[in-house]
């Protein structure tokens, strides 16, 4: 009897255990039964809390019945449940409902990257419509474009002017877009592939901080996420100055469903430009996108797109041309350049639901790209008869994949998530080509031709230790890089192969002080690669030159409708490689260092009206040389950009942009200036029933700017010695557009 009494009491105790101690799972979707990641849901009696996941998934611990929970998410309306018997029988589904943002309900201690955040309230109240305007709503970031509009941007970021690439890493839906060992330059990354009307989530963060990442992530990674869904179909079509048109379809293929979804969109851009000697510019973007879910919500997730791009270009001018009235801003000195580019990519997602506390990521890629450049910067330097144009081009295919898995695991009461990953890339380019060239017709000398293999293989461990206020995470990279050249301007094969690997390893502190207020400290060490030409040719010395930063930085609410980020940080790097890709070498300027502020402001004035703005000041000097000699070339030491923004006020949306930067040098001892500028950009929307007809204005103000700036020694065709000085391309004047769109 005393045996069964005990028996009776036991399961009396576990019974009551079970009903004090269980778990809560379900998945957090929207209104059109679409998952939504990184909502909250928060237990008002047990104070537990859990984020879902990217297909909607949470698991809620230490839930009982009569507990409230709060669900929420910034940009839909919260939602309370009550839990009662039958919660912890089935998975729950929980709907919220959208509604506008509204900054007093972000609660940063609830928000999985409150930085990132910022980026989705800048695209819902800031909406993109050019493949440019994406990159710019990383804060900090700022873009120019000097070839016709069809070549890869150049970036500036952090007192780097990156070039194309070569110190940001960038990708979409975790297909990588730097291009390694590229005709023009280590690091180019074409964009122009991304439709921005599908673009879902941009996440970043600066800096060599983030295991995942791996080469070119010095200054730091840009990943943009594209959508999985359509809300309704439209069209659009926009006209403007200078022959410009482009047309938009995006095009539901499925009913909304809960389980399976797909789209197609289309882009076509054409324009002249403000040139004298027309761009003939012209561009087609196709993109498609399937979704399905299983019923344990494991995600597949299909793209195909492709881009086809050709234009004309009038090049970077020299200043005294202009000067002496010889030609005008907006004329050229050779207008033969210009060029062609495409790329077809093919990219499977598939996110597996493996336990309540386990999660796998992985994506398989395949690339195939084609690029075509005529160029002269020089005119008549190297050539006085022909001149100094140059052709570079290369066929890619580029093949390779991403895995991660993450876990959570219970160490006694501390709580422990484990990220581990692998990651393959392999790009097989076809004869890479450098030539002298004659108005694009005929080929005076190869000056470079071959065929390159290049792999990278990445492996990478990341621990978050959750002490409650406190998170700190370790972590490791391990990069094998294995490169292969076959020079085919030598009279006998043979194949240069070089390989290196490289350690990365990484230690960030998140503090959360207050509700409001989370302060961190992230340090890493980070590399950028060079150019497999060049790594063969220096067999392998000195490829893979090392980052070492720090950032100390805070994400603040001070009031309900104020956002405050900010951070002091440094890098210093080993080499700073500069690959001239016009010229076919490598130019290492020594080790450098860079320092500085970064500033956020988003502030919400009423309901509909926005206020963002984001300054950077940066001190960024070369080590080794001497006082006076040592400024880098275009490293911008002051950035800003910002502006208004207006948000569905009675059917009206738009906004007023500004982006500023700060004259810069040129030239190693500053006796050649970059001229900074101040350009403002202005939308305005209205929409009525499903039509809506906006019109768009770029440098609202007509301001004269040098979109981008180079010191050049170039030599005209009636110039006895070579100058150096200032050569630039004009930024654009005003330039006004309007728009109208159908939503069906």
């Known amino acids: 009897m005393n045996v069964l009494k005990l028996m009776m009491l036991f399961s009396a105790i576990m019974c009551t255990k079970l009903s004090f101690s269980q778990q809560i799972r379900g998945v957090v979707v929207n209104k059109a039964k679409q998952p939504l990641e990184a909502a909250y849901i928060y237990n008002l009696n047990s104070k537990s809390h859990a984020h879902s996941l990217e297909n909607g998934l949470f698991v809620l611990d230490n839930c009982s019945v009569g507990d409230s929970l709060k669900i929420g998410l910034l940009g839909f309306k919260n939602k309370f449940l009550i839990i009662d018997g039958t919660s912890f029988q089935n998975k729950q589904i929980i709907a919220l409902e959208e509604k506008s943002f509204q900054l007093s309900e972000l609660v940063i201690n609830e928000t999985v990257n409150p930085v990132s955040t910022i980026s989705r309230l800048d695209l819902k109240t800031n909406p993109v419509n050019s493949s440019q305007e994406i990159l710019r709503k990383v804060p900090g970031l700022i873009i120019g474009q000097h070839a016709g509009g069809g070549k890869a941007e150049q970036i500036f970021l952090r007192g780097f002017d990156i070039d194309h690439g070569t110190d940001i890493s960038l990708s979409v839906d975790g297909m990588p877009v730097n291009m390694v060992s590229h005709a023009h330059g280590q690091g180019y990354s074409d964009l122009h592939f991304v439709i921005p009307e599908t673009v879902n989530k941009i996440d970043f963060g600066k800096g060599a901080y983030y295991a995942e990442r791996g080469d070119f992530a010095t200054a730091g990674y840009v990943d943009f996420s594209t959508k999985d869904y359509l809300k309704e179909s439209s069209v659009g079509l926009t006209i403007g100055d200078f022959n410009t048109l482009r047309t938009l379809g995006m095009f539901n293929l499925l009913e909304h469903d809960a389980d ?170 076809n004869d890479i080509e450098l030539s002298h060239t004659l108005n694009r017709k005929t080929t005076l000398e190869q000056i470079q031709l071959g065929d390159l293999n290049q792999t990278n293989m990445g492996l990478f461990t990341n621990a978050q230790f959750d002490f409650g206020k406190l998170k700190i995470a370790p972590s490791l990279r391990l990069d094998y890089f294995k490169f292969m050249y076959n020079d085919e301007l030598q009279d006998t094969y043979g194949t240069q192969a070089e390989t290196k690997t490289i350690v990365s390893p990484k230690l960030n502190f998140y503090y959360d002080a207050l509700t409001n207020l989370q302060v961190y400290l992230k340090s890493g060490l980070g590399f950028h690669s060079n150019d497999t030409r060049v790594v063969v040719s220096q067999m392998g010395k000195d490829i893979l030159p090392r980052s070492y930063g720090a950032d100390l930085g805070s994400v603040w609410k001070p009031f309900p409708k104020l956002i405050v980020n900010s951070a002091l940080w440094y890098l210093f790097l080993e080499q700073e490689f500069v690959y001239v890709g016009d010229a076919g070498i490598v130019e290492p300027s020594g080790k450098t260092e860079r320092y500085g502020a970064d500033l956020g402001l988003r502030y919400q004035l009423t309901d509909w009206l926005y206020f963002d703005s984001d300054a950077t000041v940066t001190h960024a000097r070369s080590t080794e040389d001497p006082e006076g000699e040592n400024y880098i070339p275009l490293a911008p030491d002051f950035t800003l950009a910002g502006g208004l923004a207006v948000d569905n006020l009675d059917g009206f949306s738009g906004g007023l942009r500004y982006r500023y930067v700060d004259d810069r040098p040129a030239n190693e001892d500053n006796s050649i200036v970059a001229k900074g500028y101040f350009v403002t950009d202005f939308n305005a929307n209205y929409t009525f029933n499903k039509v809506t007809v906006g019109v768009i204005v770029e440098n609202l103000f007509d301001t004269e700017w040098n979109e981008t700036q180079f010191a050049t020694e170039s030599r005209l065709f009636n110039e006895a010695a070579p100058v150096e000085e200032i050569h630039f391309t004009p930024g654009t004047p005003f330039f006004i557009k309007g728009t109208i769109s159908y939503k069906f």
């Open 260 to 429: 399976k979804n797909a789209y197609i969109a289309t882009e076509y851009i054409a324009t002249d430009g403000p040139y004298e000697s027309p761009q003939n510019f012209n561009r087609l973007n196709l993109f498609g996108k399937f979704t399905s879910y299983s019923p344990n919500n494991d995600k597949v997730s299909v793209t195909l797109s492709h881009f086809t791009s050709r234009w004309d270009a009038s090049g970077q001018i020299p200043q005294r041309a202009v000067d002496d009235g010889s030609i005008s801003r907006f004329g050229a000195i050779d207008d033969t350049e210009g060029g062609t580019t495409e790329r077809t990519n093919f990219n499977v997602e598939f996110n597996k639901h493996i336990s309540d506390n386990s999660m796998l990521k992985s994506n398989a890629f395949y690339s195939h790209y084609g690029f075509e450049l005529y160029s002269n910067f020089t005119f008549f330097l190297e050539d006085p008869v022909n001149g100094d144009q140059i052709k570079q081009k290369e066929d890619r295919h580029i093949f390779g994949f991403n895995t991660a898995l993450s876990q959570e695991i219970l160490l006694g009461d501390l709580e422990l998530t484990m990220t581990s990953g692998v990651s393959l890339r392999h790009d097989i380019v």
